[in-house]
C-alpha cells in the first residue's frame, strides 16, 4: 500500500509535532510516523522548560505541574549562586500529547505504532505494530526522530557527542520553588539535577561518556541520592529509573538533497544543559516552515533557507556551550575555580567567548 503526503515527519516528539503542525498549517498534505504506540510514554526527561516557552505555544496548558522561581547551582565546596530564571516543570507525557494533538488539528495524519525502517530511492518503508510494511513517497523528509536519528544516519550526520543521563524519582521533605544544579567530582562532565514537580521531584544527572565504564551511572546516581536524603532534601525514592542520551555536540549543516533534521536528531540540544525542549519546539517550527515553502514553490534548494534561519538563532549560543563543555571536561581537576566561565548560572559564562 502507498500512502500519499508532501512531506514525511519522523517521530512526533516536540520537534516533530512542531514541524508537522507549521507545515499542515501552511496548506502542504503531512504524514507523522511515530514508533511509540502511546505518545510521550516513556518518559525520558527531567520536564523542566523556561517560562516564555508556554507563551509560544498554542496548545491546552494542562501539562504545567508547577512554576520555578530560578536555579541555584551547588558548587564542589557547598557555594551556592542563585539566578532568578522563571521556568515551568511540566508533565512531559501530557506535553507531548498536546503538541502531536496540535499537529492533528493542524490538519497532519499523525500514525502511531508506526515505525521508519527503511529507504530505498525516494520511498520510505513503514512499519506497524500490525508488523504491515506500507510505503510512503514524500516530496520532503523530516527527520526529528531523537538522538539516533535514522534519518540522520541516511544524511550522513549523526550525533558525535552524546552524554548518557539517568533519573529516579523521589518525595520532596517539602515543596520546592527552585531547580537545584549539583557540580561533584564524581559527576564527571556533567551534573546532578533535582527538579522539583510539586510533591515530587525527579532526581537525575548526566555524566561524560568516557567516565561511565570506569563508575558505573548507577553508582554515582546512588550516591547523588544519598547526599540528598542527608541534605534533608527528599525522604524516599523509586528506584524505577528512567535513561537516555543527551546531544552534547550541535550537528552543522541539517539539511541535505530533500532531508532535514531537527531537535535532538540536529543536535539542537544545548551542549551544556542538555536542554532540549524549547530549541525542539523552535527548530521543528521552522523546518515545518522551510519544508511547506519548498513543496509549495516545488524547489528543493528553498530548504538551505532552514540551516541559514537556524543558524542564525541558536548556532552561535550552540557553539559556545559546546566549546565550554569541552573546557570543563579537559579541567575538570579545575572546577571549582573554572565553573563561573563554563557554567550558564554565572554572568561569567556570558562574558567570555
Ligand atoms: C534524562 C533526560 C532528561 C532531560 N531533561 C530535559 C529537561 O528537563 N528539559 C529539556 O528542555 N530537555 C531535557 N532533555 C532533552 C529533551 O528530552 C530532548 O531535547 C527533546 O526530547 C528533543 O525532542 P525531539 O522531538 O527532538 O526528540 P524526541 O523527544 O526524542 O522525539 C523523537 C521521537 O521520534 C521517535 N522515533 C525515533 N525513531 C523513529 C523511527 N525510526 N520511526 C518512527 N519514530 C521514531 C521516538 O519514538 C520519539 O517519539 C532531557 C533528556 C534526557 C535524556
Known amino acids: 500500500m502507498v500512502l500519499q503526503c ?4 519522523v517521530g512526533a516528539g516536540p520537534a516533530g509535532s512542531s514541524a508537522a503542525a507549521a507545515a499542515a498549517g501552511d496548506g502542504v498534505h503531512v504524514l ?3 514508533r511509540k504506540d502511546v505518545l510521550g510514554v516513556p518518559v525520558r526527561c527531567a520536564e523542566y522548560i523556561p517560562r516564555q516557552l508556554l507563551g509560544q505555544l498554542e496548545t491546552d496548558r494542562d501539562f504545567v505541574v508547577q512554576s520555578t522561581r530560578g536555579m541555584r547551582t551547588f558548587l564542589p565546596t557547598g557555594r551556592v549562586k542563585e539566578i532568578l530564571a522563571p521556568g515551568l516543570m511540566i ?3 501530557r506535553f507531548d500529547q498536546a503538541l502531536a494533538q496540535k499537529a492533528a488539528c493542524s490538519g497532519s495524519n499523525v500514525l502511531t505504532g508506526t515505525r521508519v525502517i527503511g529507504r530505498k530511492e525516494g520511498t520510505v518503508f513503514l512499519k506497524g505494530t500490525d508488523k504491515r510494511v506500507r510505503r510512503v513517497k514524500p516530496k520532503v523528509i523530516i527527520g526529528a526522530d531523537g538522538p539516533f536519528s535514522l534519518v540522520g544516519k541516511w544524511m550522513g550526520r549523526r550525533n558525535r557527542h552524546l552524554i548518557p543521563a539517568i533519573q529516579v524519582s523521589a518525595t520532596l521533605a517539602r515543596s520546592m520553588e527552585w531547580t537545584h544544579v549539583y557540580f561533584d567530582s564524581h559527576i564527571y562532565g556533567g551534573y546532578g539535577w533535582l527538579f522539583p514537580k510539586g510533591k515530587e521531584a ?3 544527572l548526566g555524566i561524560s561518556r568516557g567516565s561511565i565504564w570506569s563508575q558505573p551511572l548507577k553508582t554515582t546516581l546512588a550516591r547523588f541520592v544519598h547526599r540528598l536524603e542527608k ?3 527528599i525522604r524516599e525514592t523509586s528506584w524505577r529509573m528512567t535513561a537516555g542520551w543527551v546531544p552534547a555536540e ?3 549543516d541539517v539539511s541535505r538533497g530533500a532531508m532535514l533534521l531537527a531537535g535532538d536528531a540536529a543536535g539542537q540540544t544545548h551542549p551544556l544543559t542538555g536542554a532540549g525542549i524549547a530549541h525542539a519546539v523552535l527548530c521543528g517550527r521552522m523546518a515545518g516552515k522551510w519544508a511547506a515553502r519548498a513543496v509549495q514553490a516545488n524547489d528543493i534548494a528553498l530548504l538551505k533557507g532552514y540551516d541559514r534561519e537556524w543558524q542564525d538563532d541558536l548556532g552561535e549560543q550552540l557553539q559556545r556551550a ?9 579541567e575538570w581537576d579545575r572546577l571549582e575555580e ?4 563554563c557554567w550558564v548560572g554565572f554572568r561569567e559564562y556570558y562574558a567570555e567567548p
Do not use: M, T, W, Y
Open 322 to 330: 559546546f566549546r565550554k563543555r569541552q573546557k570543563l571536561e579537559k
Open 338 to 341: 573554572i565553573l563561573p566561565s
Open 231 to 233: 541534605d534533608g532534601l
Open 202 to 204: 525527579n532526581v537525575g
Open 91 to 93: 508533565n512531559r507525557q
Open 6 to 9: 508532501d512531506i514525511l515527519v
Open 32 to 34: 507523522v510516523a511515530e
Open 250 to 252: 550541535p550537528v552543522r
